[in-house]
């Protein structure tokens, strides 16, 4: 599991202790969105989210992204760009209905994680694809399979294209 927000860590958590079986999150560190508490609810394993309808393409973002993606969308949206974003929660297993419903639907796809891209989240999406005859190019934006080195999380994310502007900016060209 991989929360796009302090909420969803919350239901994440809440879920991992009811589950009754091995969960992991996944979840980066620094200061969360803000976003206000509420009760956490317990999640359906592997069921994704719809976060926002679009017509040019669909970003298919995992973890915080999935927010960074919401919010870079939404700039777009006032540029005339309009992106589906889905939030997929879960890496493993993946929401294969809700992935598959957007390959079918976008001819332009692209995922979002705040990974290495080698063996990552849209990788995963890549064979979802693939084993389901939906072979069309998927851009993937992550991490490299390199060393990053440390330093603050809000410039790492920025030098590797994963920060608010980067991420929006490169949507831009890849959905224009």
Do not use: W
């Amino acid at each position: 599991m991989a929360p796009r927000d302090e909420h969803e860590l919350r239901s994440m958590l809440r879920t991992a202790l009811e589950h009754g079986g091995p969960c992991a999150i996944r979840y980066p560190r620094g200061s969360g969105f803000g976003v206000a508490p509420a009760d956490p609810a317990v999640l359906k394993i592997g069921e994704g989210q719809l976060l926002r309808r679009g017509g040019h393409g669909a970003v298919l973002a995992i973890g915080v992204m999935a927010t960074v993606a919401l919010r870079a969308a939404e700039e777009l949206a006032g540029r005339g760009l309009e992106l589906e974003v889905i939030d997929a929660r879960f890496a493993k297993p993946l929401d294969e209905r809700l992935l598959l419903d957007a390959l079918s639907r976008h001819r332009r796809v692209c995922t979002v994680e705040e990974n290495a891209l080698a063996g990552g989240f849209g990788a995963a999406v890549l064979e979802l694809a693939e084993r389901h005859g939906l072979a069309r190019p998927i851009a993937r934006i992550g991490l490299p399979d390199a060393f990053i080195e440390a330093g603050p999380r809000p410039l790492l994310l920025d030098r590797n294209g994963l920060s608010q502007a980067a991420l929006r900016d490169r949507l831009a060209a890849l959905f224009a």
